[in-house]
């Protein structure tokens, strides 16, 4: 089990939201490199990254920071003997000349959310021109999937959507449970294993990790194939160690993706 640190960008600067408002930003840090360093420092072996303003003008905002997050990366994995530490990112993505653009410049893997809802067809163009690179991104609230950084409900099932982008070639799920999400409820646990259930390919939990029980209430359920789990407000507001925490999952799990 995976614990994935949340660097959500706003105007340059590490942030963390409500419930996706950006009204209710909280900034963590005017550095976003440095935070990317500290939570390598404290154990992660991948990161989540999120361009907000980019979700919300549907094109990319903060690329400057995502170099400088990407180039820490870099080298603290080179100082360290590491291969590869995966770096994924959302928001804004709206087209092919752009997934190529940030796989050069070093990302791992891109999440792809509205767009995916909006025009399938741009999805399965991006997992065929990028096998192994592409992730899906679905937030939803009681079973339907909103979209546009959360302001609109679609109508669709997530389940629906859910095999249906499977069949497209996903490399994974981000399932985000939108009522939980900064709101350090806990994990919607029923909701991301009967997702994890319905489909093949592994899911990714997001939304309401607040304490160490969280963790190991998902750690219960990984064999269903939940593979990591997107951890923001309560590492930065110290609710949840991440070092302790990842030491733990690694207990429970015997060591699975270390």
Sequence with gaps: MLLI????LKDGHCVRLQQGDMELATVFSEDPAQMAL???????RRLHLVDLNG??????KNESAIKSILQIVQEYAEENGIDEIPVQLGGGIRDLDTIERYLD???????????A??????LHDACGAFPGHIIVGLDARDGKVATDGW????????IDLAKKFEGYGVESIVYTDIGRDGMMGGVNIEATVKLARAVK?????SGGVHVLADVEALCAVQDEGIEGVICGRSIYEGTLDLASAQDRADELTEGAGA
């Design 55 to 60: 979700a919300f003008a549907g094109k990319p």
């Design 5 to 8: 640190p949340a660097i959500d």
């Design 105 to 115: 410049d070093g990302i791992s893997y891109i999440i792809v959310g509205t767009a």
């Design 38 to 44: 500290h939570w390598l420092k404290q154990g992660a």
């Design 151 to 158: 302001s609109k409900m679609s109508g669709h099932e997530v």
């Design 201 to 205: 390919i592994p899911v990714i939990a």
């Design 117 to 122: 809802v909006k025009n399938p067809g741009f």
